[in-house]
Nanobody, 121 residues
């Protein structure tokens, strides 16, 4: 079972910045990608950003493009989310996730415990 531990959340004023980190345990066989999702109160969990593990290719939700940046450190099995120009609507619990492949080639997604980000107006 893959373990993921997210950290770095907190309270920040609008326009401020935060950097989230997520440390993952070793994949059972190989890692495909790591991603960040978020869930605001009363809303469904939504995709924020993803980075492929081998190539480092990234993709973002339109709502965060140009403000957030995802990166990874393969040597530490860690993914980061640099969040700039934060808005009150970015307030949510942020979850990190890894998508790993086992020796049978089956992909599975694993989730961390979430970290709260609150942006005040």
């Amino acid at each position: 079972q893959v373990q993921l531990v997210a950290s770095g959340g907190g309270l920040v004023q609008a326009g401020g910045s935060l950097r989230l980190s997520c440390a993952a345990s070793e994949p059972t066989f190989s890692r495909s990608d790591m991603a960040w999702f978020r869930q605001a109160p009363g809303k469904e969990r939504e995709f924020v950003a993803v980075i492929t593990w081998s190539g480092g290719n990234t993709d973002y939700a339109n709502s965060v493009k140009g403000r957030f940046a995802i990166s990874r450190d393969i040597t530490k099995n860690t993914v980061y989310l640099q969040m700039n120009s934060l808005k009150p609507e970015d307030t949510a619990v942020y979850y990190c996730s890894s998508r790993d492949q086992n020796r049978l080639g089956i992909l599975a997604r694993y989730w961390g415990q979430g970290t709260q980000v609150t942006v005040s107006a």
